[in-house]
């Protein structure tokens, strides 16, 4: 049955992270890798989740079946934490939200629904975008598109090339995928005043907008980060908003996200939820319990949800903190390049500005492992491995 099956190249950032594990070289650097890791280069669990799952070891009392939407009680969580506590949106009943495996899983329910549900319509994403956008929606049948968005020549936002091309090509009903904000793979986010251009683009072309919340708190702070988000679910009528829990505590392994669909009327909006359900139950019949309740007992506490935005804080401050210190380095080692444009970039990522043969070097002749795209992982960078990556960066630059 199997004999004419050829195996395909696996991800090759899981090739990095096992070349890297591989290397003896004890000044090897891993910044491939997209998790949170502290200045040890460890990615901890987080205090808040470690009382969080003391409380649940005593007080759980069963491990039955809990519903294709998860725990009913998540629903209020996912909605307060991506809109923010009150939103006239929440009353409304316009928004319903599941649990669902991850940011992925969010992703995957949102292409089986508008792949059954929304014909001929097309995903744009940016260009480039998150490796698995087009995967998922590729399995799902949906034809991907894209629309520039890094600029190599400036290493920032080509706005206005991504709006010419939309306007140009994009037809009624199809759907465009914004990343809320901490842009992967390049860090580079769209301010407000792009979501307010894109908010009435999406009105006037009739397109229906899936926002990608992955790293809520990794930017600018947890209210700041999805202020495009909030400013575009308040203004367009119909929205999907695939949110993870992974990165902002912590709990990559357990599998827990949100995905939540806006529309015209609660009526509506229910119609839609119903019909998101049965896709869960074709593609895993429902999430994994224990992650969001490791989520709900933090927010659902006012004492561990203040210590929790604490240790956001802490994560998001140590990442900025890198930025401004790589720049400065990288200044101070004599390298030809400007790479000032690292600080103001936001999230986990930063599109480098490398090229694949400098990216190359920096992996056979200095064992630091970033990947081919250039894409670095700045949590990955710690005190005591910068003076050595920027003095390597600053030997290959030149
Ligand atoms: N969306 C983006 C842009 C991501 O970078 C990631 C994870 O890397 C996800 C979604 C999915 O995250 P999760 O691990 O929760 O499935």
């Not at 260009?127 to 929606?137: A, L």
């Not at 989520?295 to 949800?305: C, D, F, G």
């Not at 200095?366 to 081919?372: F, G, N, Q």
Request: proline share 4%; hydrophobic share 40%; glycine share 8%.
């Amino acid at each position: 049955m199997f004999k004419h099956l050829k195996p395909v190249s696996g991800d090759p950032l899981l090739a990095l992270i096992i070349a890297h594990k591989q290397d003896t070289n004890p000044k090897k650097i891993d910044l491939g890798v997209g998790v949170y890791k502290d200045d040890n280069g460890n990615t901890p669990i987080l205090n808040t989740v470690k009382k969080a799952e003391a409380i649940l070891l005593e007080q759980e009392d069963s491990k039955s079946y809990l519903g294709i939407y998860g725990a009913t009680e998540f629903e209020a969580i996912i909605k307060d934490l991506i809109l923010g506590e009150g939103n006239p949106l929440i009353a409304s009943g316009r928004i319903r939200s599941t649990q669902t495996p991850g940011g992925t899983g969010a992703l995957k329910v949102a292409a089986d629904f508008i792949s059954a549900n929304l014909k001929d319509a097309r995903l744009w994403v940016s260009d480039p975008t998150w490796g698995n956008h087009k995967s998922i929606f590729d399995s799902a049948g949906v034809e991907v598109k894209d629309y520039p968005y890094y600029d190599p020549e400036t290493n920032g936002l080509r706005f206005d090339d991504m709006m010419a091309k939309l306007e140009a090509e994009v037809k009624e009903g199809d759907v465009l995928l914004l990343h809320a904000c901490c842009h992967n793979p390049t860090g580079i986010d769209l301010q407000l005043d792009h979501w307010k251009v894109l908010t009435d683009f999406v009105n006037k072309r009739g397109l229906l907008p899936l926002v990608d919340a992955a790293y809520q708190g990794f930017g600018d702070g947890l209210d700041e980060d999805l202020a495009g988000l909030r400013h575009m679910a308040a203004n367009v009528q119909d929205m999907l908003i695939a949110n993870s829990f992974s990165k902002n505590f912590g709990i990559y392994r357990e599998r827990c996200g949100g995905l939540s669909v806006i529309a015209a009327s609660a009526d509506e909006a229910n119609a839609a939820f119903s019909i998101i359900g049965q896709a869960i139950r074709a593609n895993y019949s429902m999430p994994p319990a224990h992650g969001a309740a490791v989520v709900y007992t933090i927010m659902s506490n006012p004492e561990l949800k203040a210590e929790w935005e604490l240790e956001v804080a802490a994560m998001r401050d140590r990442i900025n903190g890198l930025r401004e210190k790589l720049v400065a380095k990288l200044a101070a080692s004599g390298v030809s390049k400007d790479f000032s444009f690292i600080k103001d970039q936001r999230g986990m990522f930063s599109y480098s500005g490398l090229t694949l043969e400098q990216v190359r070097t920096l992996r056979s002749e200095y064992s630091i492992y970033i990947a081919d795209t250039g894409r670095m992982s700045v949590a990955g960078v710690s005190d005591s491995n910068i003076d050595y990556l920027c003095e390597s960066i600053a030997k290959v630059v030149g």
